[in-house]
């Protein structure tokens, strides 16, 4: 039982890595198009709820595996097409910028589908950059909570989210992601559960930052339905690349961005850049708890 234990902690630890390695590594895949988009398996509404999917050109669905369990749920990401690939629409050459509210199951790593319309498989390439919220906090939203269960959702976020913490007692307990992008309780948790509720939310390279939330009701419109509430705290950026100008896909079937011209720009950092510190700091720890985690794993299977 330890040892399935073990290696599950162990792939779940390797998933959240893989997202901060997506802010420094440009990622190499194929980019098709799926239609108006309509939402998707994060769970997040439409493009215009808040500011960091609006600020966005378009949406896309990532490929299964690096949806992650919903780890990738409302990040940003620089792309562009790289000239290569078969159909009426050609993705663009110039870098425009992308938000992630849903999954491709049928996508190979590193594929991206775009939420528009649209023809053809493509040659991309893409890196993770930070979202711009515009200045805004994040939001929270409740689904389904009362006083004996939780459902939260982090949205509105500059980067994106490892963990979800609530206190009770003095002591913070560790809310368990779901595959729709919430935060859910477990039995670790107290209940009936006590209002103001802090809640402590973890970026991917280790920034925490705190907030609370009153009542249930606060996120309930006049028809009882969940809405989300922007906060007054946000994580700070970690990426090392620039969103190049960006233009607005239309619904016609054209091109996102402007029609290709040439090689375009390359995607992310230029090769002289080096990742900032917090990621550079956070490769190292993630890198020694790793190894700690494999060598338990090994020990205790003996």
């Not at 913490?165 to 729709?180: A, F, M, N, P």
């Not at 609370?212 to 922007?230: K, L």
Request: charged share 15%; proline share 6%.
């Amino acid at each position: 039982m330890y040892t399935l234990f073990c290696l599950f902690f162990t792939a779940a630890f390797l998933a959240q890595g893989q997202v901060r390695d997506y802010f420094t590594t440009t990622q190499t895949g194929d980019g098709t198009y799926y239609g108006s988009d309509a939402g998707g398996s994060c769970s997040l509404g439409s493009k215009g709820d808040f500011p960091a999917a609006a600020s966005t050109t378009v949406t896309v669905a990532i490929n299964r595996n690096q949806y992650a369990n919903s780890a990738t749920c409302g990040m940003c990401v620089q792309v562009r097409g790289t000239g290569g690939g078969s159909g009426s629409n050609p993705i663009s050459t110039t870098p425009f910028t992308a938000f992630v509210n849903n999954q491709c199951p049928g996508c190979a790593v590193a594929d991206l589908d775009l939420g528009t319309n649209g023809d053809g498989r493509w040659d991309i390439e893409w890196i993770a950059i930070d979202c711009d919220t515009k200045g805004q906090g994040i939001g929270l939203k409740l689904q389904g909570s009362h006083d004996y269960y939780i459902k939260l959702q982090i949205r509105n976020h500059k980067i994106p989210v490892e963990s979800v913490k609530i206190e009770q007692s003095g002591t913070w307990k560790t809310l368990v992601r779901s595959d729709d992008n919430f935060f859910l309780s477990d039995g670790s948790v107290s209940y009936p559960l006590q209002f103001p509720l802090p809640v402590q939310v973890v970026s991917i390279d280790g920034q925490t930052i705190e907030t609370e939330f009153t009542t249930y009701a606060e996120y309930q419109d006049a028809n009882n339905q969940a809405v989300g509430i922007q906060k007054s705290v946000q994580f700070n950026g970690i990426s090392p690349a620039t969103p190049s100008a960006t233009s607005t896909p239309t619904e016609s079937g054209s091109p996102v961005g402007p029609a290709p011209s040439g090689s375009g720009s390359p995607v992310g950092p230029a090769p002289s850049e080096a990742p900032s510190n917090s990621v550079r700091s956070a490769n190292i720890l993630s890198g020694l708890v790793l190894s700690l985690l494999i060598l338990s794993c090994l020990l205790n299977s003996l």
